[in-house]
């Protein structure tokens, strides 16, 4: 049977035009998909039962045992630090936010090493953005700064931009103009009509030298920017002064090189300049496929896309204090729920080493890094696949995952609830 | 040789990266990526290992050649082997310094880590079912 | 089955010519009814002021440019954050509060019926995840239109029923309630960076013009016989000497409904000015309010400002812009494909700027110079204007000259030779005040007939019972008194249900979200339309297929249909 449109929950792309071939519970083909669509749907590694921590090993124990556990863990703790929500759905997100809000923990996303700092540059700064279908229909003009749509977001450029044909831009590729900014010549660099070549960690003063140019003072420019001709940077703010529409995306590039947000708010900046002259936008391309559904979810309940701590009995917000890493770094927590991520992986060693010391609960479909870091683990279904449920697109287009698997696994927001209900019954309320 | 590391997603590091456990994921991401120049300087050879020390740590990786590659550059894929050399300190940002950190780069015989080793070297019990 | 009295209720039903009248209200299982038995429950409303509740018909409170003006704005959420308490969650946000917040506010004013003022269909999906979390008002969603690409083709062609039959199928599919226009044609521009400066420009690239969409748009939502009318944020907003544009566009109004009115034109103060800069703004309220006077098929709100911070928001990103380029405070944009656009910054109405007096004094002078309440609702284009926690304030200024004059000898000097606000005595009683409030809107929205609105045997027992005695009340010099009062009900029921008591919330909420879905024949159904759907399938970047909400996300939805005069 062949399942039609079905959305790929792996990375901010959402695709939601896969057809998945399946036989009974198994994924024979997956059709329209990119590689990582590919693995992400049709792999293999879905750990069979909850597991707990021994003095010896693990053991594999009921899910009611390790709802109750995790409960009592929970609930014992001082300040429990509930972290990742990515990877699924926003009803099971939006359980977790209102845990945290029943324990006075601290609840923070993936954004946290990821988009953190996008988000914070658009608090100071606003964002100038669009949908993707804009860009694509639009779009003459595409920029990738910092960022490798080729590895990371593999369709991006042939369902939203450079090689999607659009209602205004119907030779596709032949009507665009592509830019690339980034420190190498990636594979993205490779397709690209002007390749920026910039030396790591100086996209702030290029953003400037590119604004100064925007705002006629290209006068002031020296020779060089960045180990970047100025003869190129002239003829780059010339094309986007020109363009019909221009659209930039960036990435890790920027928000993890130092200046962090400092350099996206310049790269906003840019945008609002340009947009004196005609048509910008700029977005954030998003790792995960939900993360964006988290920060959604997080800020609607909280008013706060990420980080937010609950200790003080209303919602507290300070990037910085209230972030998981530096949370773990100072060991601050006494207890920590992990969901549909995997810090163990992606979090700098002292932070990951810290979930070891405390009692971690981990609830993930799969055997990853954080699970020999865990105390307890528990499976469930992937939202997406066997789960149905809300996911945002790195736009900010909400789409429903379909489920197209049945599976013997319960939903994460089952989970949740069931552990949400505990608390509750045990404080009383 | 002093480097400056660069982490990031690729293909290999996200078609591998729901198996923590297997082989691909470790051959994906216990890699450093090279300038084949500046591999060649160091006396070593594609495959040959190489540690990688920062202030945050050390990490025995595979090397490999990467044309595209400045000199003075290493490129890591996001994982538990580039995090073992990056810092937890984020500068109040949340966010730590998974790009740019300056890293000197040492031809070894160590033997690359398990994924399995890497997380019981900070107190974890590996998982086999 | 549950059953309520209210007794001692003083009662203003304006839809039942129910005027100051002590009397009681019986209430079986959530609705009005003639009377109950000695078992019911029984509230005391001690000869206090009791209305049905309270409805906003146009407020920016859930979907997808609301929560970019929360997480843009974490020092609003500082400036209005409360903790967990009873019932109540966390809230966070002054003037663009969580939407518990917003529940909990709206609420503790004896609100239980809330329009959202836009909601753009691809994003649909957000808005009724935002909906189920503001769980004590029922909610209905504006649908825009205005730079939808499909309704411009059928205008260009002059197609009224394919533009119905669009409309059909976006509402059913996304489980909107009616057809919002903002800036139409103007957004469409604004994906080019581009505006439109009169009702009869062209669209680039599309060759309509604003006047062609809007009349096409009021033939099509009458064809469909849809329960509101269109809803109309007009071309021009915020721009000196734009009350020109707004009476060409009252203009192309035909009076083709018998049971309400045949346009919604919405937040018209930013809509009234006179002059030709921002040097020489002036009002031209009067204009404005001579032509709803005699256009009975026209219905508009204030779109009141008041002084302080608030944010805008709204569909019309190029205004947005300009407002940038004038404030230069953080911006965010937000263009949907295919549809609309957006744009959400921060302001502070200022006492000290003319221009901002001149806006405050409009405001209350198209509702002070509109003789029949029913068309000029009490609005502020929350948050836009101000946010909604000002109405009773506004309330205030409404019924007391006293109370404007005070205020009006704070402003900027200029004001006075700008504005006929000081010239006008009039001032609205409680029954003028309970029509621009709920019983006006209920009739503006078509939700009368839903039971909302009034307390006619049958009708949905909404209630809010306010600590006000009226008839010891001088709202003419006592404003305070009327202020605090309609700030916090002693009860506000639900359904029957009582859901706040004295401003707290005390249970959990189970909302309704009101939808349309206006029935069409088969022949002009859009989806079977293998036009529609190629070019849908080319141009949108989401399948078709994924498009529509599903019926998960309205838990308690209620779904009125209708049948087009086809």
Request: with cysteine.
């Amino acid at each position: 049977m062949i399942i039609k449109d079905v959305v790929c929950p792996f990375c901010g792309c959402l695709c939601d035009d896969l057809d998945v071939e399946v036989d009974g519970q198994t994924i024979i083909k997956v059709q329209n998909g990119c590689t990582l669509a590919e693995a992400a749907l049709t792999g293999n590694n879905r750990l069979p039962a909850p597991i707990r921590r021994t003095a010896t090993g693990w053991e594999e124990i009921s899910f009611d045992d390790a709802i109750r556990e995790t409960a009592d863990i929970l609930l014992a703790a001082d300040r429990p630090l509930l972290y990742g929500w990515s990877s699924t759905h926003g009803e099971a997100q939006s359980i977790g936010v209102h845990i945290a809000e029943l324990l006075g923990a601290v609840i923070d996303n993936t954004s946290t090493v990821c988009h953190g700092p996008s988000i914070l540059a658009i608090q100071e700064v606003g964002h100038p953005g669009c949908t993707l279908g804009q860009v694509k229909n639009r779009a003459d003009v595409v920029v990738y700064w910092g960022c490798n749509p080729t590895e990371a977001h593999p369709r991006h450029m042939s369902r939203y931009t450079t090689f999607a044909t659009g209602f205004f831009v119907p030779e596709a590729q032949k009507d665009r103009t592509v830019i690339v900014v980034d420190t190498r010549r990636t594979e993205s660099a490779e397709i690209a009509d002007e390749f920026i070549q910039i030396e790591r960690g100086r996209d702030y003063e290029v953003l400037a030298a590119l604004r100064a140019i925007v705002r006629g003072k290209g006068s002031i420019l020296p020779r060089e920017i960045a180990g970047i001709a100025r003869e190129q940077l002239f003829r780059v703010a010339e094309i986007c002064m020109k363009a019909k529409f221009g659209a930039i995306f960036f990435g890790l590039g920027l928000t993890m090189s130092s200046g962090k947000y400092k350099n996206v708010r310049n790269a906003i900046e840019l945008t609002d300049e340009l947009n004196r002259h005609t048509k910008f936008t700029i977005s954030p391309l998003r790792g995960h496929g939900n993360v964006y559904g988290s920060n959604e979810v997080f800020t609607w309940i909280t008013g706060y896309p990420y980080a937010v701590d609950f200790a003080r009995g209303i919602a507290f917000y300070n990037p910085g204090e209230t972030t998981a890493v530096d949370i773990l770094r100072r060991g601050e927590c006494d207890a920590a729920l992990i969901v549909a991520s995997d810090p163990g992986a992606h979090f700098p060693h002292a932070a990951a080493a810290h979930l070891a010391k405390i009692p971690t609960i981990l609830i993930d479909p799969h055997r990853t890094a954080t699970t020999p870091l865990c105390r307890l683990q528990m499976p469930c279904t992937m939202a997406g696949i066997d789960a149905e449920g809300t996911a945002y697109r790195m736009d900010g287009v909400p789409i429903r995952y379909k489920k197209f698997l049945e599976s013997s696994y319960p939903d994460d927001a089952d989970i949740l609830k069931r552990i949400h209900d505990r608390i509750r019954e045990v404080q009383g309320s | 040789m002093r480097a400056v590391l660069n982490t990031g997603r690729n293909v290999p590091q996200g078609v591998a990266v729901e198996h923590k456990g297997s082989p691909d994921y470790r051959a994906a991401v216990s890699v450093c990526h090279m300038n084949p120049v500046d591999l060649m300087e160091l006396g070593s050879n594609e495959g040959g290992h190489v540690a990688l020390m920062s202030r945050a740590g050390s990490v025995v990786l595979t090397t490999r050649v990467a044309e595209g590659m400045n000199r003075g550059e290493v490129f890591v894929p996001l994982g538990p082997y580039a995090n073992r050399i990056i810092s937890a300190e984020t500068h109040a940002t949340g966010m730590p310094d998974f790009k740019g950190e300056p890293v000197d780069v040492v031809p070894t015989d160590e033997p690359v880590m398990t994924i399995g080793e890497l997380m019981e070297s900070i107190g974890g019990v590996w998982y086999d079912h | 089955m549950t059953e309520l009295l209210v007794k001692n209720a003083c009662v203003i039903d304006p839809l039942n010519k129910i005027l100051m009248e002590i009397m009681d209200i019986p209430v079986r299982d959530g609705r009005i009814v003639e009377s109950v038995s000695a078992g019911a429950d029984v509230i005391d409303a001690r000869g206090c002021l009791t209305l049905p509740g309270g409805i906003d018909s146009h407020s920016h409170v859930c979907g997808t440019k609301v929560n970019f003006g929360r997480y843009m704005s974490p020092e609003d959420m500082r400036a209005g954050r409360t903790a967990r308490r009873g019932k109540m969650h966390v809230t966070s946000g002054y003037y663009v509060p969580t939407t518990y917040g917003n529940s909990y506010r709206y609420s503790a004013m004896g609100y239980t019926t809330v329009l959202e003022g836009a909601m753009a269909p691809l994003e649909a999906r957000h808005t009724h995840e935002e909906f189920t979390a503001t769980p004590h008002q029922d909610m209905l969603a504006n649908t825009l239109f205005d730079g939808n690409w499909a309704i411009m083709e059928a205008v260009r062609a002059k197609d009224i029923k394919k533009a119905a039959a669009i409309v059909a199928w976006t509402l059913s599919a996304v489980k909107g309630y009616s057809i919002k226009l903002t800036n139409p044609g103007g957004t469409e521009a604004w994906g080019w960076g581009q505006d439109l400066s009169s009702i009869h420009d062209m669209v680039p690239n599309f060759n309509v013009t604003p006047a062609e969409i809007i009349t096409t748009m009021i033939a099509a939502n009458e064809l469909l016989g849809l329960p509101h009318s269109v809803h109309l944020h007009c071309n021009n907003l915020g721009k000196p000497g734009n009350y020109r544009t707004t009476l060409q566009t009252f203009d192309l109004v035909p009076d083709t409904n018998n049971g309400r009115q045949t346009l919604y034109a919405t937040h018209v103060q930013f809509h009234a000015y006179g002059g030709t800069t921002w040097r020489d703004i002036s009002s031209k309220a009067d204009d404005i309010a001579r032509a709803v006077n005699a256009k009975p098929q026209i219905v508009m709100d204030m779109g009141q400002i008041m002084f302080g911070r608030t944010m805008t928001m709204t569909a019309d990103g190029p205004m947005e812009f300009n407002l940038y380029c004038l404030h230069h405070n953080k911006w965010s944009n937000h263009d949907v494909e295919l549809e609309t656009g957006s744009g959400i910054i921060p302001v502070l109405y200022s006492k000290k700027s003319l221009v901002n007096c001149v806006m405050w004094a409009i405001g209350l002078e198209l509702a002070l110079l509109t003789k029949n309440p029913y068309q000029c609702l009490l609005e502020t284009d929350n948050p836009n204007g101000a946010p909604f926690v000002k109405y009773p304030e506004i309330i205030g200024l409404l019924m007391s000259k006293r109370y404007r004059d005070e205020e009006c000898a704070t402003l900027n000097g200029g004001t006075e030779q700008r504005t006929a606000l000081s010239a006008l005595d009039r001032e609205m009683d409680w029954n003028e005040i309970a029509i621009m409030t709920r019983a006006g809107q209920a009739k503006a929205l078509g939700i009368d007939a839903q039971g909302k609105g009034h307390f006619r045997t049958g009708a949905e027992a909404d209630i809010a019972i306010y600590p006000i005695r009226c008839r010891d009340v001088d709202p003419t010099t006592e404003y305070r008194k009327v202020i605090e009062g309609f700030q916090k009900t002693m009860y506000t029921i639900k359904r029957g249900r009582v859901v706040a008591r004295d401003g707290d919330v005390i249970v959990e909420g189970a909302n309704s979200t009101f939808w349309v879905n206006p029935v069409v024949p088969d022949d002009l159904n859009v989806a079977s339309d293998p036009e529609f759907v190629k070019k849908f399938e080319e141009y949108y970047t989401v399948r078709m297929g994924n498009y529509p909400v599903q019926d998960v996300y309205l838990p308690r939805g209620k779904c009125i249909r209708t049948e087009a005069a086809l």
